[in-house]
């Protein structure tokens, strides 16, 4: 079977693509000299076109002599036409230029908290972005405050209030380079030369946050989660962290939502513990069965310090997050951005700004639920069918969900023969710091990835754990 992926949203015409897919794979000796290539119906079904884009492309290879046609038997790739010096350097370069890589080593990755990029608003965006170079005022150009500009702070403080229950006022909020910065900063606020902070964390958790915390210089005392979120039953006050992390609206990377009862249960426990709680909102927007749950921070503003970004929403290009800050801690917070990087880029605040006022910003959320819900879907559906003794966790939100074969431990060989088969998941068990709980769970992201890709995917998945069992 030869299969890769085509792009529609492209400007490219997909004869271009398809072309483009086979010389690659010519030149660089993934297609051997006498190889017989598919029929162009054949092809066509494979890759998701007409049967003309396949002979226009099939053409255009045979005038240039990659191919060559033996009457009766089929079209086969011609002697000569293998290119040894080059072969490296398209290995190295993943798919070529104009053409997207499900990702950059090769094969089909199942990353998490990876957004559609296709799906970027690049037409209202760009609209807006000039609107706002023409007629900002020059004032715009020139420093701006730390906490961030004023036009997006307002809004902010709006929506978070009407979507996930914040209750805080605009001068609370001070707009980051990224969630990564605002964790950061959080961090410092609670280390010092002679005690650095001491932050409980989920466990497992994501292992860009668990890195965050140690360049500040924290200490992490992990917390156990299961299919709810972290257990609160397991925080104990004789470990007096300074915070505690969580993620309560889609746990990264088991997938749970918090309920209320542990929700309060947590809040009680900063109260007499006399820390504060980060509520890192990952994934509050996508949620696919039932109504989003509200914010830890509405329960108890003194006490949560919360963070969200905007790059799982729109694009991790921008670079922009937010933390909402107890009133106590403003001023400070604001210092340490100032000597941080001075402050977020101005024109693009304006410009988001803009764009969540001017309503697009529902908009686009509301488009990306549906896409991620059939993602979600094609996901599911591929593996009931490939690997039907699959448990699936943490499915009701998000852009992932974590698989458990029963089975099945995902060790290192394993993982191995996986990605030789081009496909790319995620141990839990790499993102835990207790080892040994989560050996025979993966994570699956489906953002980024077309339901075509998926179901492809998921097909080299469950072959290749097959063969490795």
Not at 230 to 236: E, F, K, P, Q, Y
Not at 350 to 367: T, V
Not at 427 to 442: C, D, F, S, T
Request: proline share 6%; hydrophobic share 40%.
């Amino acid at each position: 079977m030869l299969w890769f992926p085509v792009d529609r949203t492209s400007s490219k015409a997909l004869t271009s693509q398809v072309y483009d897919q086979l010389r690659q794979r010519i030149l660089s000796n993934e297609l051997i000299e006498g190889a017989k290539l598919p029929s162009s119906r054949e092809l066509a079904s494979q890759v998701g076109v007409s049967r003309n884009v396949v002979l226009e492309a099939y053409d255009r290879l045979l005038a240039e002599g990659y191919l060559e046609v033996r009457p009766q038997s089929g079209t086969y790739v011609a002697a000569g036409s293998f290119f040894p010096s080059a072969a490296g350097e398209f290995h190295r370069g993943g798919a070529p230029a104009g053409l997207p890589s499900s990702n950059p080593r090769g094969g089909i990755d199942f990353r998490a908290a990876h957004p559609a990029a296709d799906y970027f608003p690049r037409v209202v965006w760009g609209r807006l972005a000039k609107e706002v170079c023409m007629h900002t005022p020059e004032q715009a150009f020139g420093y701006s405050g730390a906490e961030g500009t004023a036009e997006l702070r307002h809004v902010l403080a709006r929506y978070l209030s009407q979507a996930r229950g914040v209750r805080c006022r605009p001068d609370q909020i001070v707009v980051t380079s990224g969630a990564t910065q605002a964790l950061h900063l959080i961090t410092e606020l609670f280390s010092s030369k002679d005690k650095p902070a001491r932050i409980a964390v989920e466990d497992p958790v994501t292992d860009e946050m668990r890195t965050i915390f140690a360049y500040a210089g924290a200490s992490l005392l992990p917390i156990p989660v299961d299919d709810k979120g972290i257990r609160t039953d397991a925080l104990s006050l004789e470990d007096r962290p300074d915070l505690v992390f969580v993620l309560p609206s889609h746990q990264f990377p088991l997938g749970g939502t918090l309920p209320i009862q542990r929700r309060i249960q947590l809040i009680e426990f900063a109260r007499h513990a006399d820390c504060f709680i980060i509520e890192d909102d990952y994934d509050s927007e996508f949620t696919y069965e039932g109504v989003p749950v509200h914010s830890l921070q509405g329960l108890d503003p003194e006490r949560v310090i919360y963070v969200g970004t905007f790059s799982k929403i729109l694009s991790p290009a921008l670079r922009i997050g937010y933390a909402v800050l107890p009133d106590r801690f403003i001023e400070r917070y604001r210092t340490l951005k100032w000597f941080a990087d001075r402050h977020t880029p101005t024109l693009e605040q304006l410009i988001l700004s803009r764009f969540m006022e001017e309503g697009y910003f529902d908009r686009h959320i509301r488009r990306m639920r549906k896409i991620y819900r059939k993602r979600r879907e094609a996901l599911v559906s591929a593996l009931r069918l490939h690997l039907p003794e699959a448990r699936i966790l943490g499915q009701s939100a998000g852009m992932h969900l974590v698989v458990e074969l029963p089975d099945v431990q995902f060790t290192e060989a394993l993982m191995t023969r996986i990605q030789a088969a081009g496909v790319h998941v995620y141990a839990v068990e790499h993102y835990a710091l207790v080892k040994g709980n989560h050996e025979r769970q993966i994570v699956m992201g489906y953002g980024g990835l077309t339901p075509e890709v998926i179901q492809e995917g998921v097909a080299r998945l469950a072959e290749a754990i097959r063969a490795g069992v």
